[in-house]
């Protein structure tokens, strides 16, 4: 069965209000943050065979917003701190992480309960 990436756990940090440490502990969840991404791609490419269309195209769609977000996010990071600029990529990734991606998220989650609703209902029909 497919896991579905919690990046968005790493991820939330890095749109909190800055605290000690702040630079340090960002760091860190950033490198989660990618390591999960790379995880959940290298699980997805070679299973992906094994799920409907439907749920190959969330998967594929929070695939697309998490590596979206974590591009805006590095950029604003390698750019000056002060900006419109930078204020407006931090802003897209806050939509990103606080919107798109729990939406994407829900609907991925609801897809799946139904495949497994389906699957448990053949299992009890073929028992009876």
Do not use: W
């Not at 594929?60 to 600029?85: C, P, V, W």
């Not at 989650?109 to 299992?123: A, D, L, P, Y």
């Amino acid at each position: 069965m497919f896991k579905i990436p919690d990046i968005s756990h790493e991820l939330t940090a890095l749109i909190k209000a800055k605290r000690e440490n702040y630079k340090r502990e960002e760091l860190d969840r950033m490198e989660k943050a990618k390591d999960a991404y790379n995880d959940f791609m290298l699980y997805y490419e070679k299973n992906k065979i094994y799920v409907n269309e439907m749920t190959c195209k969330l998967f594929t769609e929070i695939r697309n917003e998490y590596f979206e977000t974590l591009i805006k996010y590095d950029t604003a990071q390698n750019l000056s701190q002060e900006g419109s600029f930078v204020h407006e990529i931090m802003k897209e990734v806050k939509v990103s992480m606080q919107k798109k991606i729990p939406k994407i998220r829900e609907e991925l989650e609801n897809e799946i309960r139904g495949i497994i609703f389906v699957i448990e209902k053949s299992n009890n029909q073929k028992s009876d």
